[in-house]
């Protein structure tokens, strides 16, 4: 069965031109003019955009977590991205001390397995580095495709690595060809804070903000890229927040070090005030590195802009406000940190970021899918609309306005944290590999049928690298 999308326009990181593209085998088979002939079916998409799918970088589902287990799971996850224009997620897979890699791999697996509607992969978090874990990273490169680890400064007692594990990482990740995440926030002095302002008697969910202020975001960000150049390795600092941690990410790379950094839609829209809203509504927005003043936000722009940063992920981590986040009552160090932001990503970043002027049409699909592919090694399967690619297309009207809220999300969680936010411009139908999974904005996937994506290795976009497809 052959599928056209005819007369749309094709956007890429590159390009912008009106042309017919042709489906087959789940593939990209054609592009040009005239190509209804071939086509066992035809849809029409004058006077609307093309997308290559969105790949969101940063995704927590059905992770355990501040006691409790984030609302979304791969089911409703990526439901929930698909309507968004998400056609890729990369999810971060938690390891227990202790026990083999392999254990936690095969646990989120089975979180996966029957539930995905839209393709995905694993980047697996390091805890410890000692023989064992020595052993076994190979293989998981090798045979898993797993070609990025996560590293938490932050979370103290919790999840925190010490930076003796963080440079083993690097330099692990160096001879196999991975790529090392970061959560660059100095766990230890925000937990002197934290204690600091409870003793205090400060217990509200402004709290979380003030005890995580973005010099401690800027001095592990700074740390982690001074220890990837002595390593020589490679560097990707998820949800950067201020422009104070964005500088450190420019210094880097001004001396060559290869540090790359993401930044999501909520540090750009939303900011600090939104924790302190009354009746503990400020539990909502309460998610690590914290929101800022809201000064940073046109710095983050400016820095996605100047190159300073390089992705946009959504770091969807969900939970009921009622009964999840109220945990935190009375102490929010204990409300669980994270929000529902999977879903409007790449309708957010349109809207406040072409539709506003903030970057181009280009940059916009190298945000939000071309760049995270090819620093994930998917590229040029995923993250491109070119002959050989995944059929993983957006179609999109760039001219309807709606209002972001939880009573139209799809998203399994009771708040939307852009509840209100007016936008302009919306996925009509998406595609995966060739199949619908929204078709006229419902959904008519199937649960299960995205696929596990084994990725290449990481390797320097300063390298040349001859590109084929496999
Ligand atoms: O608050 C957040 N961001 N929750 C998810 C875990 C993390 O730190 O990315
Ligand atoms: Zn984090
Ligand atoms: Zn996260």
């Known amino acids: ?52 799918g969105g790949v969101d970088p940063h995704t927590h589902l059905d992770m355990p977590f501040g006691g409790t287990v984030t609302a979304d799971d791969y089911e409703t996850g990526t439901i929930a ?45 390091i805890s410890e580095v000692n023989q064992e874990v020595l052993n076994e990273l190979p293989s998981i490169i090798d045979e898993e495709g797993i070609t990025s680890f996560k590293v938490f400064m932050a979370y103290k007692n919790v999840f925190q690595a010490d930076d003796g594990v963080l440079f083993q990482t690097l330099l692990t990740a160096k001879e196999h060809g991975a790529l090392v ?19 205090e008697g400060n217990t509200d969910p402004i709290y979380h903000a003030l005890t995580r202020p973005p010099e401690v975001e800027a001095e592990a960000t700074g740390r982690a890229a001074h220890l990837t150049g002595l390593a020589e390795s490679q560097l990707y600092v998820v949800h950067v927040t201020c422009s104070d941690a964005a500088e450190k990410i420019a210094e880097a790379r001004r001396k060559g070090y290869q540090v790359w950094g993401e930044t999501c839609q909520q540090y750009l829209v939303l ?51 009622k009964g999840q986040k109220e945990l935190g009552k009375g102490d929010f160090s204990k409300i669980p940190n994270g929000m529902p932001t999977i ?34 090694g998917m590229f040029p399967e995923k993250g491109t609309i070119a002959v050989g690619s995944d059929a993983d297309i957006v179609i999109f009207d760039p001219n309807i ?35 619908f999974v929204i078709r006229d904005k419902k959904f008519v996937g199937k649960p299960g049928s995205g696929q596990y994506l084994k990725r290449q290795r990481y390797y320097s976009p300063l390298k040349i690298k001859e590109t084929i497809f496999r």
């Open 1 to 52: 069965m052959k599928k056209l999308i005819k007369n749309g326009t094709i956007v890429t990181a590159a390009d912008e031109y009106k042309a017919d593209v042709l489906i087959e085998n789940g593939k990209v088979s054609a592009i040009g003019h005239d190509l209804t002939k071939h086509a066992d079916e035809v849809m029409h998409a004058a006077g609307l955009y093309l997308f290559p």
């Open 81 to 125: 991205a698909a309507y968004g224009g998400t056609t890729t997620v990369l999810d971060f897979c938690l390891t227990n001390k202790g026990e083999p890699l392999k254990d936690a791999i095969k646990e989120w697996h089975e979180k996966a397995k029957g539930k995905a509607v839209i393709d995905y992969g694993f980047h697996l978090m």
């Open 181 to 199: 995440m970061v959560h660059a926030e100095n766990g230890d002095v925000i937990d002197y804070l934290v204690n600091k302002a409870l003793k």
């Open 271 to 321: 900011d600090q005030n939104d924790l302190a809203k009354p009746h503990f509504e400020g539990a909502k927005y309460a998610c690590s590195p914290p929101l800022r003043e809201s000064r940073h936000q046109e710095e983050l722009w400016k820095a996605l802009k100047m190159g300073h940063l390089h992705t946009i992920g959504s770091d969807q981590c969900s939970f009921n406000f």
């Open 343 to 376: 879903e409007d990503r790449f309708s957010i970043i349109f809207s406040e970021g072409v539709k506003k002027g903030r970057i181009t049409i280009n940059e916009f699909v190298d945000l939000v899918s071309t760049r995270v592919a090819k620093l994930f």
């Open 401 to 435: 306005e709606r209002t972001i809220s939880a009573d139209t999300h799809h998203m399994n969680v009771d708040y939307n944290p852009f509840e209100g936010l007016k936008i302009t411009g919306e996925p009509v139908s998406v595609l995966s590999r060739g199949e």
